[in-house]
C-alpha cells in the first residue's frame, strides 16, 4: 500500500509529506485548493504523461517521491528482481523528477530507471479512477484477469497460456523443419565442425582469466624476483632494514615509559607496525621461494594464448566468451538433430494441441459461468448507484479455431447507461462519472481478487447525491476493509463514511498560491462536514447534521 507521498515544487504545491494508512481516507476541501493534484503528483511518480507546466512557477524542477509497504505484494517483489531494481526489504520508492524545461527523470528505489519501467511498476502497485486518469479497467486485457481472479480461474487461465505457447513453439519448429530442410542440414553440418574444433581447444569457463595471469607472472618473472628481493633487503637483511632501525626505535623508547607513561600508546603503534613488517618480510621470502624463470613453461602459455586467440578470431567472438559459445552451440545442435523426425515432430505438436484444447474449453466453461455471476452482481450494484436504467455485461468473443494465449475468447466488459440502447465496451461510456460510478461498483465486488493494494477515485461523486451518495460513501468503506482507498469527493455523505479525513485549502504565501492538508481530528471533521453540508454559513443545525453522519458510520 502508499504509505508515504513527498511532493516539491509541483502545481501550487510547494512541499508536502503526507503519510497514508490503511482504509478508507477522503480528501475534501473547497474547488480548486488541490485535492485532484495531490493525485496528478502521485500520477506523476507512477509514470504519467510529464509537462514543464507542472512544475511550481518560479521553481527550477518538481521532485515527487512515492513510498509503498509492498510486503503483502509478492508479484511486485519478483518483477523488481527480474529489473535488477531491488532496494529495502519490503518497500519500495518511485520517484521523478521534473526540471522546468520538461526534461523528466524517473528513479526506483534510487535506481535510475525509465518512465516505462515506472509505469509497470505503478500499475501493479495503484488503480487511479476519475475522469481524466488512466485506468486498468478499459483495457481488455485487465478485464479478463478481472474475471478470472474474481472466478479462481487464475491458475487454470496460467495453465491454458503455458500450453498455448508449447504448441505454438512446435508448430513453428515443424513448419520451420518443412521449409528449411537444407538450410538445417548444412547448418547442422557447420555446427558439428564448430563444435568439434571448440571442443578440442576444451577452452574451461575461467581459465582465460587464470593463463593470463600465469603468463603475466612467467613473462615478468626476472623482475618480480629482482623487486622482492630489494624488498626484503630493505625489510630485514641489509644494513640499514627497516625492522633494524624500528627495533632500535623501540629499545631506545621502552625504557622511557618510566618517566612517562603517556608513552606507551605511541610503543604500542610501533610494536604493531613491526609485527606487520615482520609478517610482510616472511610473506615476501615465502613468495620468492615460490617463483622462478621457467621458459619452457612460459612457451606452453604462449602457445595457449595465440590458440585461444586465434579461435576467438576465428568465430568472430571475445576469449572469455568461448566456453559460452560452445555450449549455445551444442544447445543449437541437439535441437536440430531432436528436429530431423518430422513425424515425430508432428505427434509433439499434436499432443500439445490437444492438451491445450483442453485446458482451454475448461477455461471458457467456468468463464461462462463467471461471466454470468458477474453482470448479475454489478448490475445489481449500478441499480444502487442511481444507474437503474443500465445494462452491464461480459461479452465472451469466440477465437476458435486457432485461440489465443488467453483461452478460446476474448473478454470484454460492455456496458449501456440508458435503457433501450445496446451494451457498448466499457472504454467508450461517454460520462466520466459514470464510468467511474460503474468501475467502483466492479472494484466492489472484485475486491478480493484485486490485484493492486491501493484504489483512488477522484470525483466518482459526479452527477449523484442523497442517499446514492451515501451508498457510494458505503461501498468505499467496504472496500477500505480489503484495500487501501483514497477518496477525492465534494460530498458529505462520502467524507463521513472514510476512516481518516483529510483537508486541503489553498493560501497565499510569498505572493504565490499554496497548497496545504491537515489531517482533521474528530471536531475538525465536524466542522468539514458541516462547512460540506451547508456553505459559507455553518449554523448549530449543520453541526449537529454533521456529527449525526459521523456518528452513523
Not at 471458457?364 to 436504467?389: C, I, P, Q
Amino acid at each position: 500500500m502508499l504509505s508515504h507521498l513527498s511532493i516539491r515544487d509541483f502545481a501550487i504545491v510547494d512541499r508536502l509529506e503526507l503519510e497514508f494508512r490503511p482504509g478508507f481516507t477522503a480528501l475534501t476541501g473547497e474547488t480548486g485548493a488541490g485535492k485532484s493534484i495531490l493525485v496528478d503528483a502521485l500520477s506523476l511518480a507512477l509514470g504519467d504523461r510529464a509537462g514543464s507546466e507542472q512544475v511550481r512557477s518560479g521553481a527550477e524542477r518538481a521532485d515527487v517521491t512515492a513510498e509503498f509497504a509492498i510486503d503483502s505484494l509478492p508479484p511486485i517483489g519478483h518483477w523488481l528482481r527480474e529489473q535488477a531494481l531491488e532496494g529495502d526489504a519490503n518497500r519500495l520508492l518511485l520517484r521523478r523528477v521534473l526540471d522546468a524545461n520538461g526534461r523528466s527523470r524517473a528513479f526506483i528505489n534510487g535506481h535510475a530507471a525509465t518512465v516505462n519501467q515506472l509505469r509497470e511498476a505503478g500499475e501493479r502497485l495503484v488503480d487511479i479512477h476519475g475522469q481524466h486518469a488512466h485506468q486498468s479497467l478499459l483495457r481488455p486485457e485487465a478485464q479478463r484477469v478481472v474475471l478470472d481472479a474474481h472466478a479462481g480461474l487464475a491458475s487454470l487461465a496460467q495453465e491454458t497460456g503455458d500450453a498455448h505457447r508449447e504448441w505454438q513453439r512446435l508448430c513453428r519448429t515443424r513448419l520451420d523443419h518443412e521449409s528449411n530442410t537444407a538450410a538445417r542440414e548444412a547448418e547442422r553440418e557447420q555446427l558439428t565442425w564448430q563444435v568439434e574444433e571448440l571442443s578440442r581447444l576444451a577452452l574451461a569457463p575461467g581459465e582465460w582469466e587464470t593463463i593470463q595471469s600465469e603468463h603475466g607472472r612467467l613473462a615478468h618473472a626476472a623482475n618480480l624476483i629482482e623487486g622482492v628481493r630489494d624488498a626484503i633487503d630493505s625489510l630485514s637483511e641489509s644494513e640499514n632494514a627497516a625492522l633494524g632501525a624500528l627495533s632500535g626505535v623501540l629499545s631506545r623508547l621502552r625504557p622511557l615509559t618510566e618517566y612517562d607513561a603517556s608513552l606507551r600508546e605511541t610503543i604500542s603503534m610501533l610494536e604493531s607496525g613491526e609485527a606487520q613488517l615482520r609478517e610482510a618480510a616472511y610473506a615476501l621470502g615465502h613468495y620468492a621461494d615460490r617463483i622462478e624463470l621457467d621458459p619452457i613453461r612460459l612457451r606452453e602459455v604462449e602457445q595457449r594464448l595465440e590458440a585461444v586467440h586465434s579461435a576467438a578470431r576465428k568465430f568472430r567472438t571475445r576469449p572469455e566468451a568461448m566456453p559460452e559459445l560452445v555450449a549455445s552451440l551444442r544447445v543449437r545442435l541437439k535441437d536440430l538433430e531432436m528436429t530431423t523426425d518430422l513425424e515425430g515432430l508432428a505427434r509433439q505438436e499434436q499432443a500439445a494441441r490437444s492438451r491445450y484444447d483442453g485446458l482451454a474449453a475448461r477455461l471458457s466453461t467456468e468463464r461462462k459461468k463467471a461471466a454470468t455471476k458477474l453482470g448479475r452482481e454489478v448490475n445489481a450494484a449500478m441499480k444502487d448507484l442511481a444507474m437503474s436504467g443500465g445494462r452491464f455485461e461480459v461479452e465472451l468473443r469466440s477465437l476458435l479455431p486457432h485461440g489465443s494465449v488467453a483461452g478460446n475468447e476474448q473478454v470484454e466488459f460492455l456496458v449501456t447507461t440508458n435503457p433501450g440502447t445496446e451494451p457498448r465496451p466499457l472504454a467508450k461510456v461517454a460520462s466520466g462519472g459514470e464510468l467511474s460510478r460503474i468501475s467502483l461498483a466492479i472494484q466492489v465486488i472484485t475486491s478480493r481478487a484485486a490485484a493492486v493494494s491501493t484504489l483512488i477515485f477522484d470525483e466518482v461523486d459526479a452527477g449523484i447525491g442523497g442517499a446514492v451518495a451515501e451508498v457510494v460513501g458505503k461501498k468505499l468503506k467496504t472496500l477500505g476493509e480489503e484495500r487501501q482507498v483514497l477518496c477525492v469527493t465534494h460530498l458529505p455523505q462520502v467524507a463521513a463514511q472514510a476512516r481518516e479525513q483529510w483537508s486541503v485549502s489553498k493560501g497565499i504565501e510569498g505572493g504565490g498560491a499554496r497548497s496545504r492538508v491537515a489531517v482533521l481530528d474528530h471536531k475538525s471533521r465536524i466542522e468539514e462536514i458541516a462547512r460540506m453540508l451547508g456553505g459559507v454559513a455553518i449554523t448549530a443545525t449543520t453541526r449537529k447534521h454533521a456529527a449525526e453522519m459521523l456518528g452513523l458510520r
